[in-house]
């Protein structure tokens, strides 16, 4: 069982930063696969980022590409989400993500491949 918290949300104003956090505590977290997904009032959840367990492979969603970098420590069991050039549109909770992988490099990019969710961070950008 993995638990996970996520920290660092707030209000920010466009074209501004946030960082988020994702402390995970439980089993390995060395093994684990994970991702982070968004859920705007009123939408489906949808993906932001993924990273291997490894930390050497990422993948973004083309709307936040250029602009949200994905790292892990697996020393810490955590994860960051560097969000730089806010948009309002990138107004949503965020929730992270793990999954157990065999690979070091596997990527998982959808919602049901991932077992253990965090309670979700609310991010709210201002115009």
């Known amino acids: 069982q993995v638990r996970l918290v996520e920290s660092g949300g707030g209000l920010v104003q466009a074209g501004g930063s946030l960082r988020l956090s994702c402390a995970a505590s439980?089993?390995?977290?060395?093994?684990?696969?994970m991702g982070w997904f968004r859920q705007a009032p009123g939408k489906e959840r949808e993906f932001v980022a993924a990273?291997?367990?490894?930390?050497?492979?990422?993948y973004y969603a083309d709307s936040v590409k250029g602009r949200f970098t994905f790292s892990k420590d697996n020393a810490k069991n955590t994860v960051y989400l560097q969000m730089n050039s806010l948009k309002p549109e990138d107004t949503a909770v965020y929730y992270c993500?793990?999954?157990?992988?065999?690979?070091?490099?596997?990527?998982?990019?959808?919602?049901?491949?991932?077992?253990?969710w965090g309670q979700g961070a609310q991010v709210t950008v201002s115009s």
């Open positions: 990273i291997s367990w490894s930390g050497a492979s990422t």
């Open positions: 993500a793990a999954e157990l992988v065999r690979g070091p490099d596997e990527l998982l990019l959808r919602i049901y491949e991932y077992d253990y």
């Open positions: 439980g089993r390995t977290f060395s093994s684990y696969a």
